[in-house]
């Protein structure tokens, strides 16, 4: 009787007591995935910018390249030297070309010079030029400068086009002893007072001789 009692108040007691029901959400797939999806956006975005980053200060800015004071003070000067070649060499004058003797200190000599107009040819002159030489070999050119009128005015012209040398020897070599002669022409109308010849070796005047008019 006791034990049945007994029985009868547990069984009583456990329809009394209350229950307590625990529930676990379960989030669906494409939740997780998107959860997923917007993690791996973050890292890549963290990525890329810390990429950047890195690589803007690796490198020097345009303004930095530009000028550094350590290889600036280093550094020469440099100028560039003047070219010759672009600067042509200034036209003789009568006046310097008659200046210079027919002898120079190296033995070159202008032993004979003479010019006169070619009949037929109102435009052409004959010379005749006689060269010695002492020294070492001369390998140089002849300049000549006519002075006269044209159009009724005193003028100085210097013949060193190749229209007006077509018929001339202006390259000359001379060891010893050098005969040469040629033709110059002139512009139409020209009046020729003097001609003016010029040895030139180089750039450098060696010696020079003034003729006038000769009838050839």
Do not use: C
């Not at 009692?5 to 229950?19: I, V």
């Not at 530009?66 to 280093?74: D, K, R, S």
Request: hydrophobic share 45%.
């Amino acid at each position: 009787m006791t034990i049945a009692t007994s029985a009868g108040k547990s069984f009583t007691r456990w329809l009394t007591t209350p229950t307590v029901l625990a529930e676990w959400p379960i989030a669906p797939r494409w939740h997780l995935a998107l959860k997923q999806m917007r993690m791996l956006l973050v890292l890549t975005a963290y990525s890329l910018a810390w990429f950047w980053f890195g690589s803007q200060a690796a490198s020097p800015s345009p303004s930095h390249a530009a000028f550094n004071p350590v290889t600036a003070a280093a550094a020469p000067e440099v100028t560039s030297a003047p070219d010759d070649r672009a600067a042509p060499a200034a036209k003789p004058s009568a006046a310097a070309m008659e200046s210079l003797a027919a002898e120079d200190a190296a033995g070159l000599r202008i032993e004979h010079f003479r010019i006169g107009a070619v009949y037929g040819y109102s435009n052409r002159l004959r010379y005749e030029l006689s060269l010695s030489n002492k020294g070492r070999k001369l390998v140089g050119q002849l300049q000549f400068l006519v002075v006269g009128e044209q159009n009724g005015e005193l003028s100085e012209m210097p013949l060193d086009q190749p229209a007006a040398l077509a018929e001339a020897k202006p390259n000359v070599e001379v060891s010893r002893q050098l005969n040469t002669r040629g033709y110059l022409d002139l512009p139409e109308g020209y009046v020729v007072h003097k001609v003016v010849v010029q040895v030139v070796e180089g750039r450098s005047p060696r010696v020079a001789q003034m003729a006038p008019m000769w009838p050839t």
